[in-house]
């Protein structure tokens, strides 16, 4: 693939251990190293920056494998799961972010999506979103709360037209020890 053509300039909020260690990144390291990716911006939140930056200067972080200057670091105060939007502060930043560094693609990987995901739509950004999509963080908890899963995907398969979803659960263990059948 030619860079010049068809790179993305990527834009990835949430660098959580899976995210940052196990999934995206790495993955974004490879698109970069193909020339898919041409430059990334990682947003996440002030209160985990101290501990995300000493994780991405590892000596095995894949971060490091990107040049400095093509990669951005950026810190957003912490959002209350209840909101039914994206505070404009961080609407602002998020926007600002697009334009300063051309950003056309989006993967969130944060403990709530639906925020960001109605954010990336209304900029026409192509999403990426890590699973399961989550509209409320206690429904990735409890079990029980599937049912309330199920009607969520559901209103937003009314709302966003045109958008592909790909809902996939599978048997497991949940974080509270109960088991998925």
Known sequence: MD????????????????AR?????????????????????CVDLEATSDAIVRTLDRSDSAYRQIPKAMVKLE??????????CLPPQYEVVLNDLVKKFNINAVIIATRVHQHYVRWAQKNN????????????????ERPEM??????????YLQEFHGVIFHVRAEAGTWPNGTTQD
């Open 21 to 41: 260690d196990e999934s995206h990144l790495p993955a974004v390291v490879r698109a970069f190293n193909s020339g898919y990716v041409q430059s990334l911006t």
């Open 146 to 155: 599937a049912v309330e899963l199920s009607k969520d995907i559901k209103e």
């Open 75 to 84: 810190w957003l105060p912490m959002l209350d799961d209840a909101n039914k």
């Open 3 to 18: 860079s010049t053509d068809q790179s993305v300039s990527l834009l990835l909020i949430g660098l959580g251990y899976w």
């Open 125 to 140: 950004l192509h999403i990426l979103v890590d699973k399961p999509f989550t509209t409320r963080g206690e429904l990735t």
